[in-house]
């Protein structure tokens, strides 16, 4: 176990090598990497005894349709933004979330890796299928907006345990990820920025006498509870999470 750092740590790196364009550099934002979701594919896979080769490849080729699920997300329809250079960014934003795509399919082909294609095009599909729920607040109570909330952020890595027979880290990655994104749907909310979970809560929530704030932070301290519970109760991923954790802050 003790190189499993020097292993994760260069992965960001892989990644952000297929992400440069020379072109898309000049006109659109850097994308976002969630370097949570790389560490726990990496754990999760590292836990397998998966070669470090067949992981890095794993976790760089996912980690390419999570970003490019979240460059399209950017696209912006706001008509009062529909300017001629906005117009050319948009163009582009959603040209570089198709490129991101199809590196991924390209490097998983090039495996031959069929069958893990079509369990992250199923992840794909969920995915998107919740987001437009939760984007047209179309959920009519809030545990059905939260596990939304789940499967908007986990669904690829929960496909992907599911074929690497990796049950084990499900719930502690759909707790993790279901934290994170109701940590940063709360500072939206707290920036006074659009927030889609604190929208669709507050279209149930009208009659409620708790204000969206509470409603949200009840669960996201449901969520930190589980996540805490379950690492006291599996020890082997605690150890390799903590052993990240660690080596992240040194």
Known sequence: ??????????????????LRHPYFINYIEEPFIDEEKIALLYGALKSANIHKEQIDHYVVTIMLV????DTHEKVSNKANEETSGFHKRRQLTVLAGDYYS???YYL?????????????????????????????KAHVAIQDIM???????????QKTCDHFHLS??????????????????CQLY?????????????KISLDDDKNLETVINEWLMEMRK?????????????????????????
């Open 66 to 69: 999570q970003i490019a699920l």
């Open 226 to 250: 589980q996540e805490e519970n379950f690492l006291e109760n599996h020890t082997e991923v605690n150890e390799i999470i903590s052993m990240l954790r660690d080596k992240s802050r040194t």
């Open 1 to 18: 176990m003790c190189d499993i750092y020097g292993g994760y740590a260069g992965i960001k790196e892989k990644l952000m090598e297929k």
């Open 108 to 136: 998983l082909s090039m495996n031959c890796d069929i069958i893990l294609i079509r369990a992250l095009a199923e992840g794909i599909k969920e995915i998107n299928e919740h987001k437009i729920m939760l984007y047209q």
């Open 190 to 202: 707290a920036d006074k920025q659009n927030s889609p979970v604190f929208q669709a809560v507050q």
């Open 147 to 157: 596990e939304s909330v789940v499967i908007i952020e986990s669904a690829l890595l």
């Open 168 to 185: 084990n880290w499900k719930p502690y990655i759909t707790y993790v990820l279901g934290k994170n994104r109701l940590q940063k749907e």
């Open 102 to 104: 199809g590196l991924y």
